[in-house]
């Protein structure tokens, strides 16, 4: 997904605690605290939940021991994913025993998994809430606050949440996360979100420009559109006249003002359409940037992880992509060690990463997931330091691979958008490229939400570093 760091996105922001963006005058009656786990999307939900609470009179708070209520909003994508979660539960334990009155609820992805199994196995937990029912959080308080179990796990085939405006939260107010679609109707062998998401379903193209339309009066000058496939996206208007798809959804939110920049994720190589290629052309303000996740660079491997596309397909993708988008950065995701993958295969994984010359790349291990088709098919038969070695081999090489993308751009004049202050010092900015790469600058008069033309003239295996062009 989006971090520039190459790690797992739980693993890369994982446990993020949140308060609102902007200063909040209302007063609120009872305090809650939410942490996030996972993709994106899930980081998105919490703002949607952070909404609903506040109408019923619950304020963020950054600090869980003066909460009425947290929330852990919960990835079930990897073992290890959950495993963080119930740790972090039992954190939550001796707190609770300090206050009986606190209410402790599990969202998102691991709450749709485990439904009431959670309540049994975590003592702790009062409420289990599945992403399609963050509605019914207040009646669930509510519940939980007269002493019982509340659980609701129901998946809807609608929701979308489209009439709700996200709070939202820990934000740098220039640039925002927008779900346009949720669930996901790929069955890819290996993966959990099928079952925690449920089905596919597009939110009305109205509501996504008019809250990306809102963002950018409020001063936001990038969204970044969200959903498992987002070139499936497909809004038919209730009384069926209109019709959009993702090539024309992008349109309309880059015509929201050339000022706003736009990017999106994630796309299926199966999926992603010329017009959407030629779309990304004819704007300049769609970030020039496709996460085209591969998995495997194996033929054998990609049908066995039912992704419905070959080696050759996804290099004639790629290639299109190079011709419509000469200067377009590719970011993926791979999995090593998928049941009865070879080293041959392996090698099919290396050579489909030079060829690609990834900007950035999630990495995994092949985890195992409860109920899947690869779970219920094949034999998890790889064994662990097999994973393991083959994972750092790709990481290896995909280091090289960013860290000479990076020194591509040493010597180039770049637009970037400013989105703070640089973490190492205050006389100096950071902001993206359009590509995705930051860069530091000297501050000089320039500010948060500015785009601003440098130069680059160094870097390190992160960072470009750069100087504004006056
Ligand atoms: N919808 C996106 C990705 C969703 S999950 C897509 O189609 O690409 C994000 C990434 O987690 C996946 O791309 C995959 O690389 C990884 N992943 C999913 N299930 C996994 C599993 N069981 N073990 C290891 N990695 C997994
Ligand atoms: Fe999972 Fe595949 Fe759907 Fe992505 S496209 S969410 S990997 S099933
Ligand atoms: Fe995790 Fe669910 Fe996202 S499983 S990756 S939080 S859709």
């Known amino acids: 997904m989006l971090e520039l760091v190459p790690k797992t996105h739980d693993e890369a922001r994982q446990g993020e605690a949140y308060a609102p963006a902007q200063a909040d005058t209302t007063t609120y009656t009872k305090k809650f605290y939410i942490e996030s786990y996972g993709c994106q999307m899930n980081f998105n939900d919490s703002e949607i939940v952070a909404s609903i609470l506040q109408e019923e009179g619950f304020g963020a708070t950054r600090n869980y021991e003066e909460a009425d209520l947290v929330l852990l909003n919960t990835c079930s994508i990897r073992e290890k994913a959950e495993q963080t979660v119930r740790k972090r539960l039992s954190e939550f334990r001796r707190i609770k025993d300090a206050n009986p ?30 992403p399609d029912a963050y509605r019914t959080l207040p009646a669930l308080i509510e519940e939980a606050e007269t002493g019982q179990k509340a659980v609701n796990v129901l998946l809807s085939r609608e929701e979308t949440y489209a009439d709700i405006s996200p709070v939202r939260l820990d934000s740098n107010g220039v640039t925002a996360f927008v779900s346009i679609m949720r669930g996901c109707n790929n069955m890819c062998s290996f993966c ?109 491997v990609l049908s066995l992880m039912n992704r419905t596309y070959t080696r050759e397909w996804y290099i004639k993708k790629v290639e299109r992509i190079r011709e419509i988008l000469p200067d377009c950065a590719l970011s993926t995701d791979v999995i090593t060690g998928f049941c009865t993958e070879t080293e041959e295969d392996h090698q099919d994984t290396l050579s489909m990463m030079e060829f690609a010359k990834y900007e950035l790349a999630y990495m995994f291990a092949y985890s195992e997931r409860p109920g899947t088709l690869a779970a219920r098919r094949y034999t998890d038969d790889i064994p662990e330091d ?16 960013s860290l000479e993308g990076m020194q591509k751009d040493v010597g180039k004049t770049l637009k970037i958008l400013v989105e703070g202050t640089s973490k190492k010092s205050e006389a100096e900015l950071y ?15 320039f500010k948060k939400g500015d785009y601003v033309t440098v130069t680059v003239h160094g870097c390190t295996a992160g960072t470009l570093l750069g100087k504004a062009v006056l």
Request: net charge positive.
């Open 431 to 445: 902001g993206r490229t359009d590509q995705n790469k930051v860069v530091v600058f000297p501050k000089e008069h």
């Open 386 to 401: 097999v994973k393991k070695r083959r994972l750092n081999e790709i990481i290896t090489l995909h280091r090289r691979h």
């Open 101 to 130: 009155g606190l209410l402790v609820g599990v969202l998102g992805c691991m709450a749709e998994r485990l439904k009431t199994k959670f309540l049994e196995e975590e003592k702790l937990v009062d409420m289990v809430i599945g």
């Open 192 to 300: 959990v979100v099928p079952f925690t998401r449920g089905r596919e379903r597009s939110r009305d193209a109205y509501s996504v420009v008019a809250e990306a339309t809102d963002l950018f009066e409020r001063g936001y000058r990038e969204v970044t559109l969200l959903g498992q496939n987002v070139d499936s996206y497909y809004w038919n208007s209730p009384d069926g006249s209109e019709t959009v798809n993702f090539a024309n959804l992008l349109e309309r939110v880059a015509l929201i003002s050339p000022l706003l920049r736009v990017r999106f994720s994630t796309s299926h190589p199966k999926d992603i359409t010329d017009e959407v290629l030629h779309t990304m052309a004819k704007y300049e303000n769609i970030c020039k940037y496709i996460h085209l996740p591969v998995q495997s660079g194996s033929t054998r």
